[in-house]
């Protein structure tokens, strides 16, 4: 077989249309070898090609007679040397870190590890088994795919509803998705998922994690698997798991996905986890960089290179201070922005990517890069603002161009409609937007995604039906998973078969969404929740590959009801600019006029007061926003007119007459949702009944 020294440049297995190229790091390696495959599972390769060429610490090689399916992967050779950080073992197959394909999940397998697998020193100790016939192999692809007129639609952030899902359990039990494309890339592209998200107001689906994964040997061995897929491999390569097709073709499943989706209006944002792998602590398998440079790839302990430090909770934390491990997050990301044309990430754990030495800075060259990169300035970046390092919550201390799951909105909304005391005043901040957040570095509203459920914690039906996690089916003993939901059962423990639990269930799950929509900032509904899907109690089904993951779409009157109600609600945020402000409220009255764009309503219809906001029992908030607040512009830059809305809420248990404020305007109130009945009214009254732990949204029409 022909062998030229190749390019460097670009990293990867590179079809070139005449040849490949082949490109890896290692700075600490002594000889890296190219290997070959015919089959998957192939235990030997049928070429050993030395890589002879090394150009500023990267082995390249170019072979003109290959061509695109070809399957590969890496020896490296180098010092077997835990103590000092380095364990390469050429005896261990390796995946190429640019692979854009693999061809199978990496499953666990002790013949993976680059030890003998055994007490919790053995690491030390080199094994010299060869690992090839239990991992899977690398894929050179071809590119090439019609994109014909595709445009990213480039949702406004003030105008974005996101929906969380994980793509297999949105359509494995669909019954007018094709079998054959359930759980898939194309089944998540089918007309019926489209239509459903459409009908929900979704502007953008934001997929968990798409990226080659593996599951960690704890899992195997109690016969789990890691089905969310927060354990990634593969930077390059979309998990072979949601393809129908063979070896490559979730490349080309995938960029149909993300086209039919953007012919739809609907943006595709992928939770992405770079701030570990699935490689693991000193005990885990290598299977990739581990295997390629350890040193360079991951963040050691100073006193102890055999140990990791671990600020994600998996056992290892990539090392953003080596400008190659930068360069391999990045030249990923980029990939999926230009090749793959998705508009965004979530970017799991994202502290981790701003950690210098040890404390999180908001000023990390992560950060500088981010917002200077011409390909990535442009697109949508949420963090999930905390990790399990010291100072690891960063609510608030993103950049600017970053948005953020908004945790204090999740909890302060599920604490007041859980009924607990004192909550008006967090409630208003994150109501209009968390400008205490926010506003101080000049962000926005929009810098905040609110959420009340996400994929981590309970689903929204669980959220109302229990007060304790149920996670024993995961098992840990009921260990895993966090203590603090801030749920109540409201009366009974899961399910229940009273007609009021059940009643007061569903009024609390109408309030929670109907408060989502009519916030300040970025609504992210979770996948199943507007169906009334259950987890029975589970707040940690990472595990399941089951029905504790997949959705139901057979739905009884109840959920039908309760998933035209959502539909509503994000039906009300779309006609109302001022539902969607662009900038924060002021609290002041406008220019030219007397009304202020916000103020704060108490039971009498007057604004509150210092005392009012102080007083421990208030449990009732009115939100009095003004017709001429909004700020929202057309393509001319003139302004989207809006009508008054008022929003009333009571968490508390005790009913309580309203008072409607006065309006210099002619015109009426019209009660256009309430979370107690169904339809819309005409107030025919100055004061309105507000029952406990309900929500009242009035619009005034002059």
């Avoid at 009021?500 to 009519?518: C, G, H, Y």
Wanted: charged share 25%; with cysteine; net charge negative.
């Amino acid at each position: 077989m022909r062998v030229w020294p190749g390019n460097p440049f670009p990293l990867g297995a590179t079809w070139t249309g005449d040849g490949v190229n082949f490109a890896i790091f290692s700075e600490n390696a002594t000889a890296v070898e190219l290997c070959l495959f015919e089959q998957a599972d192939s235990a030997t390769e049928i070429a050993r090609i030395p890589v002879r060429e090394r150009s500023n610490k990267v082995w390249h090689s170019f072979l003109p007679d290959l061509r695109p399916g070809q399957l590969y992967g890496y020896r490296v050779h180098g010092p077997f040397a835990p103590e000092q950080g380095h364990r390469f073992n050429p005896q261990k197959l390796l995946l190429d870190p640019y692979a854009k394909a693999i061809t199978g999940p990496v499953r666990w397998h002790e013949v993976l590890c680059g030890y003998p697998y055994g007490d919790e020193r053995a690491d030390l100790w080199l094994d010299t088994r060869d690992s090839a016939g239990y991992l899977p192999k690398c894929v050179v692809i071809e590119s090439a795919f019609t994109w014909g007129n595709d445009q990213p639609p480039r949702t406004p952030w003030n105008r974005s509803v996101i929906y969380e899902t994980h793509l297999r359990s949105m359509t494995v039990r669909h019954p007018q998705v094709p079998e054959k494309l359930r759980g898939t890339y194309l089944g998540m592209c089918c007309e019926p998922v489209i239509e459903h998200l459409r009908s929900l107001g979704v502007t953008a689906v934001e997929l968990m994690p798409m990226h080659q994964s593996m599951t960690e040997r704890h899992l195997v061995l109690k016969n789990l698997t890691n089905y969310w897929g927060y354990s990634t491999v593969g930077f390059f390569a979309p998990d072979v798991r949601f393809a129908t097709g063979g070896h490559g073709e979730q490349v080309l499943e995938f960029k149909t996905m993300v086209k039919v989706l953007h012919s739809a209006g609907i943006e595709v944002i992928l939770d992405v986890v770079y701030n570990h792998t699935g490689e693991g602590d000193q005990l885990g398998p290598t299977v990739c960089l581990r295997g390629i440079d350890n040193a360079s790839y991951y963040r050691l302990r100073p006193d102890n290179k055999r140990l990791y430090l671990d600020f994600t909770g998996t056992g290892n934390s990539l090392n953003m201070l080596h400008h190659r491990t930068l360069q391999l997050i990045l030249d990923s990301l980029r990939y999926w922005v230009g090749e793959m044309h998705v508009d965004g990430f979530r970017f799991d754990l994202a502290p981790v990517l701003a950690r210098e030495i040890h404390d999180v800075d908001r000023l990390s060259r992560f950060f500088a890069i981010m917002q200077q990169d011409p390909v990535l300035c442009g697109i949508k970046l949420i963090a999930e603002p905390w990790d399990l390092g010291h100072g690891g919550y960063q609510v608030g201390n993103f950049p600017n161009g970053w948005a953020e799951w908004n945790g204090r909105y999740r909890d302060t909304v599920r604490r007041f409609w859980r009924g607990d005391p004192g909550q008006v005043p967090e409630l208003a901040f994150r109501v209009a937007g968390s400008s205490d957040l926010y506003g101080p570095e000049g962000r926005h509203p929009y810098a905040s995604v609110n959420y009340v459920i996400s994929h981590d914690g309970f689903s929204l039906q669980d959220l109302v039906s229990y007060e304790h996690k149920h996670n024993e089916s995961n098992g840990e003993e009921n260990r895993d998973g966090t203590n603090e939901n801030c749920g109540r059962n409201w009366g009974v423990e899961g399910p229940s078969d009273s007609p009021s639990i059940v009643r007061m269930r569903e009024r609390i799950k109408r309030a929670l969404v109907a408060m989502l929509a009519f916030s300040q900032g970025v609504p992210m509904l979770h996948a199943g929740d507007e169906l009334g899907h259950t987890q029975q109690g589970n707040n940690n089904a990472y595990v399941h590959d089951d029905e504790l993951n997949w959705l139901s779409w057979e739905l009884d009157p109840r959920q039908k009801s309760f998933l035209a109600f959502v539909s509503r609600c994000f039906a009300l945020r779309r006609q109302h600019p001022v539902l969607r402000r662009r900038s924060f409220f002021r609290g002041r009255p406008l220019e030219g006029r007397r009304v202020k764009d916000v103020t704060w309503i108490r039971p009498d219809g007057l604004e509150m007061t210092q005392a009012d906001w102080q007083h421990p029992d208030n449990a009732i908030l009115g939100m009095f926003i003004t017709g001429h607040a909004t700020d929202e512009v057309d393509e001319r830059g003139r302004l989207i007119a809006g009508n008054t809305l008022l929003l009333l809420v009571n968490g508390g248990t005790r009913a309580r007459l309203c008072r409607l404020p006065l309006i210099e305007e002619a015109g009426t109130w019209h009660e256009v949702l309430n979370t107690v009945r169904p339809g819309s009214r005409v107030v025919q009254q100055q004061s309105v009944n507000l029952v406990g732990h309900s929500l009242i949204l009035f619009e005034y029409r002059e």
